[in-house]
């Protein structure tokens, strides 16, 4: 490196370092942020389930095994990704180090090349030159080349132990990806083992409580418990994140409240996908069974295992079970909007996750004591439901 360009180095830095603290600064802002919004939603879910301890349900029971199942498929999804990061890398490690090889040999060729025509010429190569009396101008085109190839000499020496020494370095970080990928591996089979025993033990648990789970699913009175209890969630929720005051709960069933026009959310009333790919088994306003209860979003029918899709950008404000809803997913999408996701197996992502529309955030399940196997869908708007159909293509 020459000077000029040490100094040029040097500067960049310098311009560099002031940009990187602020930066720095910020990312540790975001994060203590996280952590602050974590700590007041977990709060804010231990006052909820204090309120809830004294009208245990027959679904209670399936809480735990629930939360289980959902973490361990979470995880065991964290894991696949590392995994696939950890064989991307160690393909690219071992592409690297092929076409290192071959700039190794390609360059060994033509060090012993130079090395053999230096071997003829010798080192006495200028004195006989001079001796032999010959053309000046052809003696100093002869010693010039003579110095390009010893310079061509040292520089492919430099490169060839630089390219070696870059070669140790990829064996070394191949190993140690091979190593991790090992551990990922061993973490993932230890996870599907005890998903396994998870779900085992919520199928027993289900057999015992089928019945009074079934009964307590179709009394108006839990019904309407479970529909309580979400609003005051969503509400809770609305506060919490500051976004605005949720509109008075009305009386009765009437039209939602009036929608911002100008909201990026509200631009795309009519445009959003659906979060899952079944069948619609029932209509936002119709009346859920026995009668007295109306149906506040959408239940479509699909396989477990499914992927839910969020419908737009947003953050995840509540990743956990919740009496009625089992595995709940909770999106603020900004200007008091929320999309909820009920009944999931499991839970990809937890309070505090950016998310992006169209990606996955859960899978479909039949949690929460629910019959069958499917996504229970909202959309709110300042804690009052909007009609799901007004704003999801549904094919």
Do not use: C
Request: no cysteine; hydrophobic share 40%; aromatic share 6%.
């Amino acid at each position: 490196m020459t000077a000029r360009t040490a100094g040029v180095f040097f500067l960049l830095l310098l311009l560099a370092s002031p940009a990187a603290e602020p930066a720095t600064a910020g990312a540790k802002e975001k994060e203590k942020e996280l952590r602050e919004l974590r700590g007041r939603i977990e709060a804010l879910q231990k006052q909820l389930a204090a309120a809830e301890e004294s009208k245990s349900e027959a679904a209670d029971a399936l809480r735990e095994s629930e939360r289980a199942i959902s973490e361990a498929n979470r995880e065991l999804r964290e894991l696949g990704a590392q995994a696939r990061e950890h064989n991307k890398r160690l393909a690219e490690l071992n592409a690297e180090s092929r076409r290192r090889e071959g700039a190794l040999k390609a360059q060994q060729t033509l060090l012993a090349d130079l090395l053999y025509r230096h071997y003829l010429g010798g080192r006495s190569e200028p004195l006989k030159l001079l001796l032999n009396r010959e053309d000046p101008g052809q003696i100093a085109r002869r010693l010039h080349y003579f110095g390009y190839i010893s310079r061509a000499r040292s520089e492919l020496i430099a490169e060839l132990r630089s390219g070696l020494a870059r070669l140790r370095e990829l064996a070394q970080e191949a190993e140690q990806k091979a190593a991790e990928l090992s551990v990922v591996t061993a973490e993932q089979r230890a996870q599907r083992a005890r998903l396994e025993r998870e779900k085992r033990a919520r199928n027993q648990v289900l057999a015992k409580i089928s019945r009074d789970v079934e009964r307590q699913r179709r009394e108006i009175g839990t019904l309407k418990q479970n529909e309580a209890r979400l609003a005051k969630l969503v509400a809770s929720l609305a506060k919490l994140m500051a976004r605005a005051k949720p509109a008075p709960r009305p009386r009765g069933e009437r039209a939602p409240a009036v929608v911002p026009e100008d909201s990026p959310f509200a631009r795309l009333k009519g445009r959003l996908s659906p979060p899952v790919r079944g069948e619609l088994a029932n209509r936002f306003g119709s009346p859920r069974s026995g009668g007295g209860v109306l149906w506040k979003g959408l239940f479509i029918s699909a396989r477990a295992g499914e992927e839910v899709r969020a419908v737009a950008d947003g953050r995840v404000v509540f990743a956990d079970w919740l009496r009625g809803f089992g595995n709940l997913l909770i999106i603020d999408h900004g200007d008091a909007f929320m999309s909820l996701y009920g009944n999931n197996e499991a839970l990809y992502k937890r309070v505090g996750d950016i998310i992006h529309g169209g990606e996955p955030v859960a899978a479909v399940g039949n949690s929460g004591g629910n019959a069958d196997s499917g996504l229970y869908f909202e959309l709110r708007h300042q804690g009052r439901p909007l009609d799901p159909l007004d704003w999801v293509r549904m094919p």
